[in-house]
């Protein structure tokens, strides 16, 4: 290296040093580009995974497909199965959007003017007996720019949470040791925190309830010294494969179980409570609705039918009485 700083001098070590950087830049461009381009391919095939196994469960009943596009910059492929043996409506959907961050969300994040990209998988499902929960999981990606386009924020969040009408304890317990299983294999913490943080999310404020008996909810995962993004990565998508395993066998096991009218009408009267969450408390519809999402696809997580009884109140000593006790405090299944 002698000889050229002879002959170069001070501009050969400008060089040098600024094509370090250029290179480092370049680096940390193709590994952010390559994570979030890894991430939405995986959502591509986990949204195949989980639509062809439901619709192996609901022999006949098929998935509506639309592909749609968002004016602002992105769009998504939203998946719908209605009116079938066991599945009465339910969504699986993926998205990919980006392009300048709205107001509203800028005061969210407390930042100014910004670029953004953000990808995730959303579903939500809906049996028709009362005696197989409702199930809700969500998978998501998101980054934020500066005016150079570099990359000035990333991280990782989602969850599963399951929300029965009546209670089966081994059903409750096999769904939280699914998600148990999945997160012990990254961190001993993570269940335990996890758990916690998605019984406090998922808390029907104004009706002082849950909503379901909880599972994970986990929201900004950022780099860290313990963590990198590739970590986060391989966690996410450990919980994502887990869903089937969490969810299918609890189907399998209640969709022929004998039900009455009333026990039907007791569902949907508990779906109120769910259509309540999300139109009122849920960020995921609050970020579709304030990033001009396609709303077919963000309202397709709401129930086709719904009751909502004036000051309705359960039997002393019944099975819907038993469910709402155990709504009233979280509980460990695990």
């Excluded at 808390?203 to 002082?208: E, L, P, S, T």
């Excluded at 919980?239 to 004998?258: M, T």
Aim: with cysteine.
């Amino acid at each position: 290296m002698l000889i050229p700083q002879v002959i170069f001098g001070k501009p050969f070590k400008y060089f040098l040093n600024t094509f370090k950087h250029f290179l480092n830049t370049f680096k940390h461009f193709l590994n952010t580009f390559k994570l979030k381009n890894k991430f939405y391919t995986y959502i591509q095939t986990l949204q195949d995974q989980i639509c062809r196994r439901l619709e192996d469960i609901d022999v006949g009943t098929k998935f509506r497909e639309d592909i749609w596009e968002r004016p602002e910059g992105g769009g998504g492929k939203t998946r719908v199965i209605e009116n079938g043996n066991v599945f009465e409506k339910g969504g699986v959907n993926i998205s990919a959007v980006h392009g300048k961050l709205p107001e509203t969300m800028q005061k969210m994040f407390n930042v100014g003017e910004a670029d953004f990209f953000a990808c995730g998988l959303s579903l939500v499902i809906h049996p028709k007996s009362p005696m197989v929960p409702t199930v809700h999981a969500n998978w998501r990606y998101f980054e934020m720019y500066d005016d150079n386009g570099e990359v000035i924020n990333s991280w990782f969040g989602g969850g599963q949470d399951l929300t029965p009408y009546y209670m089966f304890e081994e059903d409750g317990k096999h769904f939280h040791q699914t998600c148990k299983n999945a997160c012990d294999k990254h961190n001993l913490d993570f269940y335990p925190k996890y758990k916690k943080q998605c019984d406090a999310y998922f808390w029907n404020a104004h009706r002082n309830e849950a909503r379901g008996l909880g599972g994970l909810f986990f929201d900004y995962c950022k780099a860290t010294d313990d963590m990198k993004m590739e970590d986060w990565y391989n966690f996410v998508t450990e919980v994502g494969n887990s869903f089937l395993e969490a969810y299918v066998p609890i189907v399998e096991k209640r969709k022929n179980s004998a039900y009455t009218a009333e026990q039907r009408n007791w569902q949907e009267i508990r779906r109120g409570r769910y259509v309540e969450f999300n139109l009122v408390h849920d960020k995921g519809t609050l970020f579709g609705l304030k990033t001009n999402g396609r709303i077919e696809s963000i309202l397709m997580s709401l129930p086709p039918h719904v009751q909502w009884v004036y000051d309705h109140h359960p039997e002393k000593g019944s099975e819907e009485e038993k469910l709402l006790k155990i709504l009233e405090k979280p509980i460990d299944w695990v």
